[in-house]
């Protein structure tokens, strides 16, 4: 009987360590989370700042008085509507491309059996250490060739042919999805197709989320490539647009900083809603080789 208190006392104390240790956990990532969250406070407090209270021996963190009327007149000062509907229209079709052009050899990689199928996927897997500097000259060669210099064609129709690391986390996915629900499928008559697009992909839907929300928010924030190949202002997409807001205003930091809060806010706001599916998507893809 006198084992039972000190069984008690045990497991009481053991359950304090754990409390002990989750709230260490949780301070240090909520220190780490500050590192990142600095520089973005910092923009959004900027944003709202008048000039005068920018360059000062002390940080304001705070402004006062609070500005809103900045981001009215950042956002009247460039073609801020027509530089979002170009970008959200390269975001909407690379992120379409990108998940067809995954699913379809993502599963001829997993469900699929045909000779020299790892070794092309090693093969594959290998692009992705390929720097995108490298391609960068020949691409551009060849897309002049086609005469779609100055047009969206070249940030929109490449997603069409795969990308090696979204194919990489499809197949994954797939590969965790047990073989008998396929010949199952298959033999109910079921063709590749309408088991991948019917049975397969309900399933994976964390990791469509995943593929499709990397691939919008990479065309969202991308620079270099509109910068190479977008030559009319009529065609700009954001990050450039905020590239030429800063050749014409670049001592107006408030209006800037505002600008960019509202280039960057959509990001933030999207991945807060998907996160749960984004962290689930990656993580599965990643419990079988």
């Known amino acids: 009987m006198d084992q039972f208190p000190a069984i008690a006392l045990n497991f009481k104390s053991g359950k304090a360590r754990n409390r002990l240790r989750q709230l260490a956990v949780f301070v240090i990532l909520c220190a780490i989370s500050l590192i990142f969250l600095g520089p973005f406070a910092w923009m959004v407090a900027t944003s709202l700042k008048p000039n005068s209270q920018i360059f000062t021996p002390r940080m304001v963190w705070v402004p006062h008085p609070i500005l809103f009327r900045n981001y009215v007149e950042a956002l009247a000062r460039f073609p801020f509507w ?10 909407m079709m690379t992120m379409i491309g990108t998940v067809i052009s995954a699913l379809l050899p993502a599963y001829g ?21 390929l720097p995108a500097q490298v391609t960068l ?6 897309f002049r060739q086609l005469h779609w210099i ?9 997603p069409f042919f795969g990308s090696a690391f979204s194919i990489f986390l499809m197949r994954q996915f797939l590969m965790t999805i047990p073989q008998e629900l396929s010949d199952a499928a298959r033999i109910d008559g079921c063709s590749d197709l309408r ?12 990791a469509i989320a995943t593929i499709a929300l990397l691939s919008f928010t990479g065309a969202w924030m991308d620079f270099l490539n509109p910068l190479i190949y977008l030559h009319n202002e009529h065609y700009y997409t954001l990050a450039i647009g905020l590239l030429y807001f800063m050749g014409r205003h670049n001592n107006d ?16 706001v999207i991945f807060f809603f998907a996160q749960r599916t984004f962290i689930q998507g990656i993580a599965l893809t990643g419990l079988k080789g």
């Open 253 to 268: 930091w408030s209006h800037l900083m505002a600008a960019a809060t509202v280039i960057t806010v959509p990001m933030l």
């Open 82 to 91: 027509l530089y979002t509907r170009n970008t959200l229209f390269i975001c």
């Open 109 to 129: 990689f997993s469900r699929l059996r045909w000779r020299g199928r790892d070794f092309f996927f090693i093969v594959m897997i290998a692009t992705i250490m």
């Open 150 to 158: 100055g047009t969206f064609l070249p940030l929109v129709v490449p």
């Open 195 to 206: 088991i991948l697009f019917s049975i397969l992909a309900p399933i994976s839907k964390p």
């Open 137 to 142: 000259l020949p691409v551009f060669l060849l």
